[in-house]
Nanobody
């Protein structure tokens, strides 16, 4: 059974940092894209960042230079380092895995975690 389990969310003041983790189990994700998405209250879920097996990374414009995505292949774990957090980063953050040619297309991701809440106070 494939599972993606996020952790590391919480409450932080604006300007602070958090590191999200996503532990994958049940299979290895060789040649899979792994990504982070988020859904704020009352909004659609949106792409945040993704990383290919090759190491290529992609970010939505609003988080560039503040967030860093990485993966530990040996541990089958995905990370999202979030710095200089803003109130508008408040959302439930989901990790996902898939053979996504278009990294921002949610429909191309096969596996999803349950989400972790990130709340940034202003």
């Amino acid at each position: 059974q494939v599972q993606l389990v996020e952790s590391g969310g919480g409450l932080v003041q604006a300007g602070g940092s958090l590191r999200l983790s996503c532990a994958a189990s049940g299979r290895t994700f060789s040649n899979y894209v792994m990504g982070w998405f988020r859904q704020a209250p009352g909004k659609e879920r949106e792409f945040v960042a993704a990383i290919r097996w090759s190491g290529s990374t992609y970010y939505t414009n609003s988080v560039k230079d503040r967030f860093t995505i990485s993966r530990d292949k040996a541990k089958n774990t995905l990370y999202l380092q979030m710095n200089s957090l803003k109130y508008e980063d408040t959302a439930v953050y989901y990790c996902a895995a898939g053979r996504a040619l278009r990294v921002g297309d949610q429909s191309l991701y096969e596996y999803w975690g349950q989400g972790t809440q990130v709340t940034v106070s202003s």
